[in-house]
């Protein structure tokens, strides 16, 4: 509340910058002693299981050390109380681009995409990410709390990704698996960026065109004449890994005959896939399952626009009661507003049909187990990661409001946005 | 000669209205007509395109009147959105910076999908914005989300006139760099000035002819419609973000006596009492993130609460493709989460809009005698839950979310928007497709 009315009196007389500046020191300041929390809730959604009523979480050494109801749970003395109207494992970002496309939108700040070669695999996502990117700040005060950022759309690939906690600190410490996916991209937008490919099939002949040579490229690594096995190439490497299935390829494509295209080079080269933006996906039903696809779907509120143009709102509502599992994403934007905010596009969803836990989820376990972290986060279950983000209302309601985000049982937020 | 072209259209509106429909009666719902406080259990009597009555239970209801149960609904105003481009109005091209000659008007489809887009999010009023990327765009029109096949069944003449406004813009937007564009704030405003200096002169010579007929003086498409800027009849419409250049408008304005409406206003929070003093309205957007551009870097969206508590007329608009139609309301709501007023926030959304077009006789709140542009909600307009359910204008529904081809507008689909692609290939420069 002294928060919220310092702000309050900002608005009136000072400069929000130096107002930044205050609040930033103020929350570094929990970071130095890591301590016990007891978070009290009206509604604690655990997304694993029922949402608990009444409920407790312990946090201890940055992990939940237990959850349940206020009867089930003693709260030991030397514990920090907080109480919450409702409490939900913090969010993670399924696909995002913050970090490397940063909102001034200028040269210097966006390394998302790489416009001197349409297939670069070996550009790594850990090279480029900014954790003190204006955005990760912004997105963090709106409960994400990890993050599946990288390479952009727009080139066939466009390089790697990685998942990072949305926590300050340097990269090495924020970062929770640095190479998570190749992203690839299908589709009108790689033309207008290349002068080569130039058309659909153009895209395609050269994406094979390098998935062959990569499987040469591993045959001849093996060969038993160590003097014929190939100089390491960094581009061939990269797509090694997506070929063996260390990685998966994080594709985007929204039309129909491109989910198509992905769904076709996914089974003659063996790789695991992950259909991104999928803005036709609900024409594909039967498609999608039989070839094991996962989806990540366009934000809620993306623009209706270019390969889009067929999006609907109802595609997550869709998706899920076909069974096949949505993970939301913000994804990429170009231009203003630079970022969407995940909570908000899962709180479309649900307005335009998924079920409320679903929603949920969507924004928690389900892209947890989809980027193989949801061993540390996605719900609110004993020895997770204590990520939490507390509400005092109902979370998808517009006059809700994000009041506390926990990372790894520090208080990161405390700005009730 | 601008009357003598309103005068048929004006009777093609009469011919369209007068066709003595029945009295049609919106019982039992949650009220908010803006003017007043909220009525409960209130009642909305429409006929002939007008609203003819607005209270509560007690309100006397004609015999012949068709009655619809509004219980648990809530109606309010249909909403004024200030700053649109649906429909690709274009404006100026690459070859001048300053542009009053031309049209939204030329360039609009009105068949264009995206009006249903607007009527999905229970817009029933639009300024059309021609631009962007010049320091003058073009003249805006004031539209209404009625049945159209040409424009002339979409434009409507406000209390001064004119159907339409003045687009200008100033900061990094017009600034390209580019021959006969400028390249600095201070020649962006120097070639602004120039322009109103010689419309000032054409004004003078204008005004000369008119009193003494042997006084002949050549039409300068370009001049004409300033002479109306200038006479306050033309209200210019001001995209500016950034302090400074919000601060440039308002001295620009100033300077020449024209009406101005500030648009984005995106540092609005750092300058509302400059902006109050002035006595400037605001119609601002809400967006999802900061940034995006540099002169967004400093967004706020507090915005809508700091310059309505300062007093400044205050207004929103989807500058649609940045946000979208279907959505207005929720920016309003958002504002409201960033500490607006819930009683200004609705102000914003219907008569405060309404008052920026020069429109408030006419529409932004259920008064006896306005146009009957409504919206029935499903609850609670700031709620993510509440969904526009009926959307009217004149007296007509246009939108009613129990039509499933209607609804395919809120949600979208396949082939739902056929026009949405063509349109949004002219943003193109803006929304970007990387």
Known sequence: MMMKSVINKSIKKIKMKHLYKIISCLLLMPFIAQSQTAIKAETIYTISGAPIKNGVVLIKDGKIESVGTAKEISIPKNYTVVNAKIVTPGFVDARSVVGLSGALNIPTDQDQLEKSSPIQPELRAIDAYNPEEKLVAYVRDYGVTTMHTGHGIGALVSGQTMIVKTKPGKIDAVTLVPMEMLAMTIGSSVQGNFTSPGTKAKQIAMIRTELLKAQGYMQKQNDKDTSKRPATDLKYEALSKLLKGEVKALITVNSTNDIMNAIRLAKEFNFKLVIDGAAEAYKLIDEIKSAHAEIILHATMARNGGDMVNMTRESAAILTAAGIPVSIETGYEAYVPKTHVLLFEAALAVTYGLPYEEGLKAITLNPAKLLGIDKRVGSIEKGKDADLVLFDGDPFEYLSKVCKVMIDGNWVSDNCK | ?434
């Open chain 2, 1 to 434: 000669m601008r009357k003598k072209l309103f005068l048929p259209i004006g009777l093609l509106l009469c011919i369209i209205v007068h066709a003595q429909d029945k009295p049609m009666a919106f019982k039992g719902a949650l009220i908010y007509p803006i003017n007043g406080t909220p009525i409960q259990n209130g009642t909305l009597i429409v006929q002939d395109g007008k609203i003819i009555a607005v209270g509560d239970a007690n309100t006397k209801i004609p015999a012949d009147a068709i009655i619809t149960d509004a219980k648990g609904k809530v109606i309010m105003p249909g909403i004024v959105d200030t700053h649109s481009h649906l429909g690709g109005p274009e404006g100026g091209d690459n070859s001048a910076a300053l542009n009053p000659d031309t049209r939204a008007f030329d360039a609009i489809n009105p068949t264009s999908d995206g009006f249903k887009k607007a009527l999905a999010g229970g817009l029933t009023t639009l300024n059309i914005m021609p631009g962007s990327g010049h320091l003058m765009s073009g003249q805006t029109v004031y539209v209404k989300m009625r049945e159209a096949k040409v424009m002339e069944d979409l434009i409507i003449v406000n209390e001064k006139g004119v159907y339409g406004g003045m687009k200008m813009a100033n900061g990094t937007n017009p600034m390209r760099g580019t021959t006969g564009f400028p390249g600095t704030r201070a020649k962006s405003a120097a070639m602004d000035r120039d322009l109103f200096v010689k419309a000032q002169e054409y004004k003078k010579k204008m005004e000369k002819a008119v009193k003494d007929s042997s006084k002949t003086f050549e039409r300068d498409l370009r001049l004409e419609p300033l002479v109306e800027v200038l006479q306050g009849k033309r209200v210019v419409h001001f995209h500016t973000h950034k302090e400074n250049d919000i601060l440039t408008a308002i001295r620009l304005s100033k300077e020449f006596g024209f009406r101005v409406v500030l648009h984005h206003v995106s540092e609005g929070w750092k300058v509302y009492d400059e902006i109050a003093k002035a006595g400037v309205p605001c119609s601002i957007i809400v967006i999802e993130s900061p940034g995006g551009k540099l002169e967004a870097m400093d967004y706020s969206s507090a915005n809508g609460a700091a310059l309505s508590n300062a007093g400044v007329l205050t207004g929103f608009h989807t500058d649609d493709g940045i946000t979208d139609s279907r959505l207005l309301i929720r920016a309003a709501a958002m504002a409201v989460r960033a500490g607006m007023n819930k009683d200004k926030a609705l102000e914003a959304l219907t008569i405060n809009g309404a008052k920026m077009l020069d429109l408030s006789s006419r529409i932004g709140s259920l008064e006896k005698g306005k146009d009957a542009d409504f919206i029935i909600l499903s609850g609670d307009p700031f709620s993510v839950y509440t969904k526009v359910e009926q959307t009217w204008v004149e007296g007509k529904k246009r939108y009613d979310i129990k039509n499933p081809d209607d609804k395919a507008f809120l949600f979208g689909g396949f082939k739902v928007y056929s026009t949405e692609r063509e349109e949004y290939m002219n943003h193109d420069d803006e929304i970007g497709n990387q």
